[in-house]
C-alpha cells in the first residue's frame, strides 16, 4: 500500500508569508507526528495527533505555527508570518496507535523542503 | 531537557564492520532506534530494540544496548558502498509521543 505522502516536496516563500504543509498518512493510521529537521540536526517532535485532537503540542516553537487534522487523516500544518529560521524540512509520520509502553512503529514521508527567503 | 547524542562521522573501507555509537539521557526511554537516511529520501527504520533488552541481531546489524550506562551502538557488518548514508539513533519514552533523534552519523564507506 502507499506510504505516507507529503506535498509540496518542495516550498520556497518570502518572509512573514503564510504557508501550509500537508500530510496524508498511511490509511487506517490513528496516530500522527509532525517534525522539523534542520540542517545537520536530527527531526525535531513538533505535534501529536490521536484521531482529531492534538494529544501532545509541546514541540511546536511558537504560536505563529499550528497544525489540524479535522477529519482524523490527512493534516495541515500552518506557519504564518514565516521567517528565515523557519526553513527546515517538515516531515510527517503515521503509526497504527500509540498505546503507551507498546511498540508503534512510526512510518515517515518524504518531507517538505522549506525554504523562506 | 533529554539528549541524544552521536558522533557526527564515521568513515570506514568497504567490507570492514562500522559501529555507529550513541548515547542518550532519558532513564525511562522504552524503545530505541536506528534510521537511516539516504541524500533525498526520507527516514527508513532500520532496527529497534525494546530497553529491557541488551542486543538484538538483524541480519548484518547488531544493536547493543547498555541501559545503566545509557549507550546504544549499531554495528554493520562487511560494510557495503550502499551503506553511505546519515544514521539516526532515536528513543522514546514510555509516553510514547514524542521522539527524540540525535544529530546523525554521516557513515561514508569507501571502496
Known amino acids: 500500500g502507499a506510504g505516507v505522502s507529503q506535498t509540496p516536496s518542495n ?89 503507551s509502553g507498546s511498540y508503534n512503529e512510526q512510518f515517515f514521508g518524504p518531507g517538505t523542503r522549506l525554504t523562506v527567503l | 531537557g533529554e539528549d541524544v547524542e552521536q558522533s557526527l562521522f564515521l568513515s570506514v573501507r568497504e567490507g570492514d564492520s562500522s559501529v555507529i555509537n550513541c548515547t542518550y ?30 542486543m538484538k541481531q538483524d541480519q548484518r546489524l547488531t544493536v547493543l544496548l547498555n541501559k545503566k550506562d545509557k549507550h546504544l551502538s549499531l554495528r554493520i557488518a562487511d560494510t557495503q558502498t550502499g551503506d553511505s548514508a546519515i544514521y539516526f539513533c532515536a528513543e522514546i519514552g514510555y509516553n510514547n509521543n514524542d521522539m527524540r533523534f540525535g544529530a546523525g552519523t554521516r557513515l561514508t564507506a569507501k571502496p
Open chain 1, 11 to 99: 516550498k520556497v516563500t518570502e518572509k512573514g508569508k503564510y504557508v501550509e504543509l500537508r500530510c496524508d498518512p498511511i490509511s487506517g493510521h490513528t496516530a500522527l507526528y509532525w517534525y522539523r529537521q534542520s540542517l545537520g540536526q536530527g527531526p525535531e517532535f513538533l505535534i501529536y495527533f490521536q484521531g482529531t485532537g492534538a494529544a501532545d503540542d509541546s514541540g511546536l516553537p511558537n504560536d505563529r505555527f499550528f497544525a489540524v487534522r479535522p477529519e482524523g487523516s490527512v493534516s495541515t500544518l500552518k506557519i504564518q508570518r514565516t521567517e528565515r529560521g523557519d526553513s527546515a524540512v517538515y516531515l510527517c509520520a503515521s503509526s497504527l496507535t500509540t498505546t
Open chain 2, 25 to 54: 539521557t532519558d532513564s525511562s526511554s522504552t524503545y530505541l532506534y536506528w534510521y537511516k537516511q539516504e541524500p533525498g529520501a526520507g527516514l527508513q527504520l532500520l532496527t529497534y530494540i525494546f530497553s529491557n533488552m541488551d
